[in-house]
């Protein structure tokens, strides 16, 4: 028996990256796994490459009915949602005197309504199946000032203080839904242009998307079922310095 063994686990962003790399593992730990992205190309690829029971969702994660419908899509296809990973994002490198509103609000739309509206209706399906897990991809950029990421680090800012209200509404409601974050720092994907190990100056080495979705499979699971509204940093101690 897998670690995720028959468990329903949709993932936005799925098609690279931290995402990718987390369908893999879920599907390797015998997850149910429903690739969520738009890049439809790109996504079924990937599912065709892991085979069934994988599927792919189209979903723009800014869009809320898309939200209703992906996910009741997925419920009458598999019967529940056991696991979301709000992996869906975007990176702006701008500082706090040059980014525009239009920039700001894209950014916001993708990375801190994506996985509000991601947690808002995950938690009411997986509730009514006794309970489930939730895991939003931050970044350690929520932690400290970021100068030229000021859209970028302000959103995943939202998205720690959300997981962290959702975890003690779930808590208090007791759906048995648990909401818990990873902050990566520089991690190779295709969205920060980083190569695995690329030594950066002040942070060490790059990490692998693999780094990442190891803390999320470790989230997702039952091993962390009394694991509820916490944030777990893997940056290889850049924020503890």
Partial sequence: MGRMQDKVCLVT??????GLATTKAFAREGGIVVLADLDEAAGREVVGGLGEPASFLALDVTDEAA???GIAQVVARYGRLDVLVNNAGILSGTDVVSTTMEEWRRVMAVNADGPFLGCKHAVAAMAEVGGGSIVNVASMASYSGAPPLVAYAASKAV????TQTTAVYCMDQRNGVRCNSVHPGPIATPMTGLQSGQELPGLGAAGAPEDVANGILYLASDEARHVNGTALVIDNAITAR
């Avoid at 962003?13 to 931290?18: V, Y």
């Avoid at 998205?159 to 959300?162: E, N, T, W």
């Fill in 13 to 18: 962003g799925g098609a690279s990256g931290i």
């Fill in 67 to 69: 939200w209703e419908t």
């Fill in 159 to 162: 998205v720690r203080s959300l």
